[in-house]
């Protein structure tokens, strides 16, 4: 079973910063592709990035592309989101989960809030 555990939420001002953390646990974390995902109130989960087994391959929704890096400490099972210049419109549930090159997730964290006030 493969528990995927986040943090680093919280609430910030409009033009700031945050970083999130998600740690698995799980003996083959480098065989994954690790995802960031996020959901406002009354809207549908959305792609935010990824990072293949390498972390020099990654991957943004257009909203946070330049903003936003994802990371990945192997050695840590732990990939991580740097969130730079934040937009109110930022705010939202931020979920990271474990999957294939594919595209394909099988397991998802709890999710922690991120609120960006303006």
């Known amino acids: 079973q493969v528990q995927l555990v986040e943090s680093g939420g919280g609430l910030v001002q409009a033009g700031g910063s945050l970083r999130l953390s998600c740690v698995a646990s799980?003996?083959?974390?480098?065989?994954?592709?690790m995802g960031w995902f996020r959901q406002a109130p009354g809207k549908e989960r959305e792609f935010v990035a990824r990072?293949?087994?390498?972390?020099?391959?990654?991957y943004y929704a257009d909203s946070v592309k330049g903003r936003f890096t994802i990371s990945r400490d192997n050695a840590k099972n732990t990939v991580y989101l740097q969130m730079n210049s934040l937009k109110p419109e930022d705010t939202a549930v931020y979920y990271c989960?474990?999957?294939?090159?594919?595209?394909?997730?099988?397991?998802w964290g709890q999710g922690t809030q991120v609120t960006v006030s303006s």
């Open positions: 799980v003996r083959t974390f480098s065989t994954y592709a």
């Open positions: 989960a474990a999957g294939d090159s594919s595209g394909s997730y099988y397991h």
């Open positions: 990072a293949l087994r390498s972390a020099t391959n990654t």
